[in-house]
């Protein structure tokens, strides 16, 4: 059992995962065992997984099921070892029982959604290994997943991501995306929408949109720019070579868009970590898909983010969240330009 507690003085939840101590990779050295494990995700290895929620053959049409292993392309499994608790697809229509006191705390044991995504049955490593095909199938399987988690009641927002190699996050070598859908909106997410819905009343226009015209204006930091997409390393970036994929629609919705936009969206994403991986000599990095609550549809934000894993977080991070930056945005952009 697990479960998602709030801290009140820093307004943070957290997730009690107690079984993920049952991972058998769980505190042990990683990179060790992987070379010995056989890879879970490889097409013939179905039987290592949970039974598939979801899977797609390469010319897109879905399987509802593993009722054909032999001929799948992308596959949506549930999490075997999820961060908090978990229910079967049958129970998940259940009442949510909500949050609870506890003490000075908050105590929530609602049922989130924790799902993985395999983009190919092929063991790729990253994705810029990814056919097109491949790439733009993942991305659909993606946003029905998310569109999914969306007509939950009891889902309240989910994060969609994928971490790559062991200083990313990832516990495999093959690649996945996973799906977080939490019985909770986590602060940060709740004052980003706050400030977006403050912005759009003051402004009449979207603070997301008026950032990327700013930046399409300046051109020190756009890394490339295309009919739907503006890709930036944003002026304040946390990290090195952080880049952010805006929207250059206001009404941008990831689960509604035309297949034409989310194909140029995936192009951008594997874009990125193919120019990460020339730059920096393959590091790892993460991919996270930015949503707002799902209650909120007037607040959306919808924008994706990369970046490489170059530096840790060290105490000054991690006591004020004040981020420490060695490469200067304009200086990332340059680069991944191939300029510099
Ligand atoms: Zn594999």
């Given at each position: 059992m697990s479960d998602l507690r709030l801290d009140p003085i820093n307004q943070q939840w957290v997730a009690?995962?107690?079984?993920?101590?049952?991972?058998?990779?769980?505190?042990?050295?990683m990179e060790q065992l992987r070379q010995q494990m056989?890879?879970?995700?490889?097409?013939?290895?179905?039987?290592?997984?949970?039974?598939?929620?979801a899977a797609y053959r390469a010319d897109g049409s879905l399987l509802?099921?593993?009722?054909?292993?032999?001929?799948?392309s992308a596959r949506v499994i549930p999490n075997r070892y999820p961060s908090f608790s978990f229910r079967s697809a049958e129970d998940r229509d259940q009442p949510d029982p909500g949050s609870q006191s506890y003490g000075p705390f908050e105590l929530n044991c609602s049922p989130g959604i924790q799902e993985l995504i395999i983009?190919?049955?092929?063991?790729?490593?990253?994705?810029?290994?990814?056919?097109d095909e491949e790439l733009k199938l993942s991305f659909r399987a993606c946003r029905d997943r998310l569109a999914y988690a969306k007509s939950l009641?009891?889902?309240k927002h989910a994060m969609l991501f994928m971490n790559c190699r062991l200083a990313a996050g990832?516990?495999?070598?093959h690649i996945h995306y996973q799906l977080l859908g939490t019985p909770v909106v986590s602060e940060p997410v709740i004052s980003r929408t706050r400030r977006a819905q403050s912005y759009r009343t003051e402004n009449g226009r979207s603070m997301m949109g008026d950032l990327a015209n700013w930046e399409i204006s300046q051109?020190?930091?756009?890394v490339d720019l295309t009919e739907h997409f503006c890709v930036v390393c944003p002026f304040?970036?946390?990290?090195?070579f952080q880049v952010w994929i805006i929207?250059?629609?206001?009404?941008?919705?990831f689960t509604s868009c035309d297949e034409d936009v989310r194909n140029e969206l995936a192009l951008h994403c594997r874009n990125i970590v193919t120019r990460y991986e020339i730059t920096l000599d393959n590091p790892a990095y993460n991919l996270l898909f930015h949503t707002g609550p799902f209650a909120s549809p007037n607040g959306q934000i919808g924008y994706f983010e990369l970046f490489p894993r170059l530096t840790l977080a060290a105490g000054f991070e991690l006591g004020t969240d004040i981020w420490v930056n060695p490469v200067a945005p304009e200086a990332a952009a340059r680069r991944l330009r191939s300029e510099d």
């Open positions: 009690i995962a107690r079984n993920r101590r049952d991972r058998p990779m769980e505190f042990v050295p056989i890879c879970p995700f490889c097409k013939g290895n179905e039987e290592e997984t949970p039974s598939a929620l509802l099921s593993d009722d054909d292993l032999s001929n799948w983009p190919s049955s092929r063991h790729v490593n990253s994705l810029s290994e990814l056919s009641e009891h889902i990832a516990s495999l070598g051109g020190a930091r756009i304040a970036s946390r990290f090195a929207p250059r629609s206001e009404d941008f919705d």
